[in-house]
């Protein structure tokens, strides 16, 4: 969920070399294309627009292609930053059988909230952030992906406490 330090984490992983696909950036690059301003609502309105008129698969698809050109190129790691819904997990989980770990950077929504209140880019106050929250829970099946994880990050100290998470989870997988 927003807030909860997934960019710490996935910055963290493209500093040490690994290549990210990034789920928001299909989002971005569509609405740049289709010269559809950004805003947070302009941002809701169009992830849920392009689902119902594409399939609720078509940032998957996107970064699936992504992925594959990765792996061609001779990416051995990659991480996907920003699985948002259930069908996404689903079709990742069958497209890459047996490849693909998942990790939730998870964080209580006091915490979250306070985060997004004064993050640089994009910052939401708590009814926007909740709205967002709500949104993604019901209309992008955001829930299922973070049930289902292989792992989790707890992200409620400082960047290097949780940076020291991912390392010992990244060592169990043999990353």
């Given at each position: 969920m927003s807030g909860s330090g997934k960019s710490i984490i996935v910055d963290y992983l493209t500093e040490h070399g690994t290549p990210k696909v990034y789920f928001g950036g299909m989002i971005y690059k569509e609405m740049q294309k289709r010269g559809i301003?950004?805003?947070?609502?302009?941002?809701?309105?169009?992830r849920e627009q392009i689902r119902q008129a594409e399939g609720t698969d078509w940032v998957v698809r996107q970064a699936i292609a992504?992925?594959?050109d990765l792996i061609a190129?001779?990416?051995?790691r990659i991480v996907l930053?920003?699985?948002?819904?259930?069908?996404?997990?689903?079709?990742?989980?069958h497209e890459?059988?047996?490849?693909?770990?998942?990790i939730a950077i998870v964080a209580a929504k006091p915490l979250r909230y306070a985060r997004v209140a004064v993050r640089p880019e994009r910052p939401f106050d708590a009814?926007?952030?909740?709205?967002?929250?709500?949104?993604?829970?019901?209309?992008?099946?955001?829930?299922?992906?973070?049930?289902?994880?292989?792992?989790?990050?707890?992200?409620?100290?400082?960047?290097?406490?949780?940076?020291?998470?991912?390392?010992?989870?990244?060592?169990?997988?043999n990353f």
């Amino acid at each position: 969920m927003s807030g909860s330090g997934k960019s710490i984490i996935v910055d963290y992983l493209t500093e040490h070399g690994t290549p990210k696909v990034y789920f928001g950036g299909m989002i971005y690059k569509e609405m740049q294309k289709r010269g559809i301003e950004r805003t947070p609502d302009s941002e809701r309105e169009f992830r849920e627009q392009i689902r119902q008129a594409e399939g609720t698969d078509w940032v998957v698809r996107q970064a699936i292609a992504e992925t594959k050109d990765l792996i061609a190129a001779g990416q051995k790691r990659i991480v996907l930053d920003g699985v948002y819904s259930w069908t996404e997990y689903n079709i990742l989980k069958h497209e890459f059988p047996g490849e693909l770990t998942v990790i939730a950077i998870v964080a209580a929504k006091p915490l979250r909230y306070a985060r997004v209140a004064v993050r640089p880019e994009r910052p939401f106050d708590a009814q926007k952030i909740r709205e967002r929250d709500y949104s993604e829970i019901e209309n992008l099946e955001k829930g299922g992906p973070i049930a289902a994880a292989d792992y989790y990050i707890l992200n409620d100290g400082t960047i290097p406490e949780a940076h020291a998470q991912l390392d010992t989870i990244l060592k169990k997988i043999n990353f």
